[in-house]
């Protein structure tokens, strides 16, 4: 795990065994995908269009998916109707291969 002092520890923090991921979502994106850290936040690409929360659900589908975890461990703490969100993962099965440096 990456100290709390290195520039890549911005986007998530542990909370006991969950992890909360600060997200900047961009919808509409050809496939779904992380991108990387994009200063404090976490890029994640949704292939959904933001419309009657269509990218939260692909977005909650897609960390359940790499996180290995079922989808009611994956919350929406904030930012619903934001690019900018914070995502709880309770308890991750699995770190995905893209961020597993960074954490």
């Keep these: 795990m990456v100290g ?14 969950d992890l909360i991921l600060r997200i900047l979502v ?3 994106a050809g496939k779904d995908g992380i991108v990387g850290p994009h200063g404090d936040e976490l890029k994640v690409r949704i292939h959904a269009p ?13 960390l359940s998916k790499i996180f290995q975890v079922p ?15 914070r995502v709880c993962i309770q308890a991750p099965g699995r770190l995905p291969e893209g961020i597993e440096a960074a954490l």
């Design 4 to 17: 709390a002092d290195s520039p890549a520890a911005t986007f998530y923090k542990w909370q006991g065994e």
């Design 26 to 28: 961009q919808p509409k």
């Design 50 to 62: 933001p419309v009657d929360g269509a990218a939260n659900q692909a977005l909650v589908k897609f």
């Design 71 to 85: 989808k009611s461990r994956v919350s929406l703490l904030s930012g619903e109707s934001s690019r900018h969100k």
